[in-house]
Nanobody
Framework: QVQLVESGGGLVQAGGSLRLSCAAS????????MAWFRQAPGKEREFVAA????????NYADSVKGRFTISRDNAKNTVYLQMNSLKPEDTAVYYC?????????????????WGQGTQVTVSS
């Protein structure tokens, strides 16, 4: 079992930046693929970005390409989401997720472990 704890959310004006962090417990982090999802009120949880276990490959939702960057530091058991040029439509609870088999997915049901989420609010 692995525990994921997100941090770094908050309130920011449109055009601003935030960096989210997700710290994982346990020694198997470097073998997990990691992802970020988000869920706005009244909407389905949606894929944002994912990264392979080594960090060598990433995948992004079209809505965030060129604005968000996912990265990881396996020595620190942490995955990051750098969010730039934020828009009001980016407002959501952001969740990190882990796939213990090291595979990137775009569907939430494919991930094994989830954090509790961190709120990101972008004001216009």
């Amino acid at each position: 079992q692995v525990q994921l704890v997100e941090s770094g959310g908050g309130l920011v004006q449109a055009g601003g930046s935030l960096r989210l962090s997700c710290a994982a417990s346990g020694s198997a982090f470097s073998s997990y693929a990691m992802a970020w999802f988000r869920q706005a009120p009244g909407k389905e949880r949606e894929f944002v970005a994912a990264i392979t276990s080594s960090g060598g490959s990433t995948n992004y939702a079209d809505s965030v390409k060129g604005r968000f960057t996912i990265s990881r530091d396996n020595a620190k058991n942490t995955v990051y989401l750098q969010m730039n040029s934020l828009k009001p439509e980016d407002t959501a609870v952001y969740y990190c997720a882990a796939d213990r088999w090291g595979r990137i997915h775009k569907f939430s049901y494919d991930y094994d472990y989830w954090g509790q989420g961190t709120q990101v609010t972008v004001s216009s």
